[in-house]
């Protein structure tokens, strides 16, 4: 088969690559769109990130597509069948997996990380990594059920009430999901805060309500002049310092905080518990997708949610070199092997 198959930093070669062969309860996946996640340009940079990496690999854990094969103790899933996968899976045994967060599992095996994924014409996983997707929905929304799964773990840590005002900064592909997660939580008001002007129709497309650009604005600024009371929760999807401190900034009392982006792992901001014990606050994040899966495909099935229009850039497997030079800077960028 064909795949994209990661050596070394810097660099990925498309070559063919022997066919995936299932057996037991594996399942044969045609893959049909698969995302490129910011894990994958971490991984291809060498930076560290969320779990290990042992080259030659094939990248891509943001994957759908149709079923074609089924190994003999496979119960549930049936060829043709249209599906995504949970790439991440714990051993099981460990004492972590016996609490029921495998995600903590010190042996996660992670498909397109730790073991081939979804950046070739073929995949194979575990029938417990495989969640069926409804087939009137197209696969490039199909395959952006792993990220909507992690952000919808996020927005549990984050704790939003009816009713809440709740600040999303950055309004990239991860922050508009947020922003549509949050008002199926119950916010009365979201705001986006991006600098880059040409995101807020998106973003309000996807359900902001207001969008500020934090060059220009705080979102101290928008709620003085909308007469909104505060900011209950505020949700970071950048990953940057200054980003994360703004996000402690502008929460208000009894507020909540979500860390959800990814920072390097030496960044560090300053927090002065005075401020935390005079807000009240709590600082919370969220680590991958823990059991979320199974809603993100349901979610997604129901059509409700707004998805193709964050894709900006749709590649074959042959350009997927470009994917890592745009770098996601539009949005989601997604591979059709
Ligand atoms: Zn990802
Ligand atoms: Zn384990």
Avoid at 122 to 138: G, S
Wanted: aromatic share 6%; charged share 20%; with cysteine.
């Amino acid at each position: 088969m064909k795949a994209a198959v990661f050596y070394e930093p810097g660099v990925i070669k498309v070559r063919e690559w022997p066919d995936p062969v299932i057996s037991g309860d594996e399942v044969l996946i045609r893959v049909m769109a698969a995302g490129v996640c910011g894990t994958d340009l971490h991984i291809f940079d060498g930076a560290e990130g969320a779990s290990e990496c042992y080259p030659p690999v094939i990248l891509g854990h943001e994957f759908a597509g149709i079923v074609e094969g089924t190994g003999p103790d496979v119960k549930h899933v049936r060829i043709g069948d249209h599906v995504t996968a949970d790439p991440n899976r714990g051993c099981g045994v460990c004492p972590e997996c016996q609490r029921g967060r495998y995600h903590f599992c010190p042996d996660m095996f992670a498909t397109g990380v730790t073991g081939d994924g979804g950046f070739a014409r073929y995949a194979k996983v575990r029938e417990e990594q495989v969640y069926k997707i409804a087939d009137a929905v197209p696969f490039e929304e199909a395959a952006m059920c792993e990220p909507l799964s992690c952000c919808l773990h996020g927005i549990e840590q984050a704790k939003i009430s009816p009713g809440d005002t709740v600040l999303v900064i950055g309004g990239g592909t991860i922050g508009l999901l947020m922003v549509q997660l949050a008002h199926l939580a119950g916010a009365g008001t979201v705001i986006v805060s991006e600098p880059v002007e040409k995101k807020h129709a998106l973003a309000r497309k996807a359900g902001a309500d207001y969008c500020i650009n934090p060059e220009k604005a705080t979102p101290f600024d928008l709620i003085a002049e909308k007469g909104i009371p505060g900011i209950d929760v505020s949700i970071e999807c950048v990953g940057r310092a200054d980003t994360m401190q703004d996000a402690l900034t502008y929460v208000s009392r009894g507020g909540h905080v979500l860390f959800f982006g990814l920072t390097p792992p030496d960044a560090e901001i300053p927090v002065r518990p005075f401020d935390v014990f005079r807000k009240e606050l709590t600082i919370t994040s969220s680590f991958v997708n823990p059991h979320t899966m199974g809603r993100a495909a349901a979610l997604i099935s129901s059509g409700k949610l707004i998805l193709s229009d964050l894709i900006s850039d749709r590649l074959s497997l042959d350009e997927i070199h470009q994917a890592f030079k745009i770098r996601g800077k539009n949005g989601k960028m997604m591979i059709f092997p």
